[in-house]
Nanobody, 125 residues
């Protein structure tokens, strides 16, 4: 129903920046709460950031507050994650996700309905 296509991952040195993008194929993108998750090898998938349908309210896991910024452009069916001051512990596969039902922000994987394929972010020391 909804396809999410991610881009922007790659290799960056500690202290550097990356901007992840996710483009959705759905016709009702503006009705979706969007989120970013990440998963490092051997670890559970972790919530990183979420954004309401209008983009007015955002939510971040404590470890990225002040460094990462989630934003969206509903006219482009896109959500972004600007990552600054990257640390080696940010290394993970990053996934964008769409929550179709309800307007509230969510941190749990099972509250999201569609997922991108994931993009690798590697931060070297």
């Amino acid at each position: 129903q909804v396809q999410l296509v991610e881009s922007g991952g790659g290799l960056v040195q500690a202290g550097g920046s990356l901007r992840l993008s996710c483009v959705a194929s759905g016709r009702t993108f503006s009705n979706y709460v969007m989120g970013w998750f990440r998963q490092a090898p051997g670890k559970e998938r972790e919530f990183v950031a979420g954004i309401t349908r209008s983009g007015v309210v955002t939510d971040y896991v404590d470890s990225v507050k002040g460094r990462f910024t989630i934003s969206r452009d509903n006219a482009k069916n896109s959500v972004y994650l600007q990552m600054n001051s990257l640390k080696p512990e940010d290394t993970a596969v990053y996934y964008c996700a769409a929550k179709v039902y309800g307007r509230t922000l969510a941190r749990e994987e099972n509250e999201y309905d569609y997922w991108g394929q994931g993009t690798q972010v590697t931060v070297s020391s």
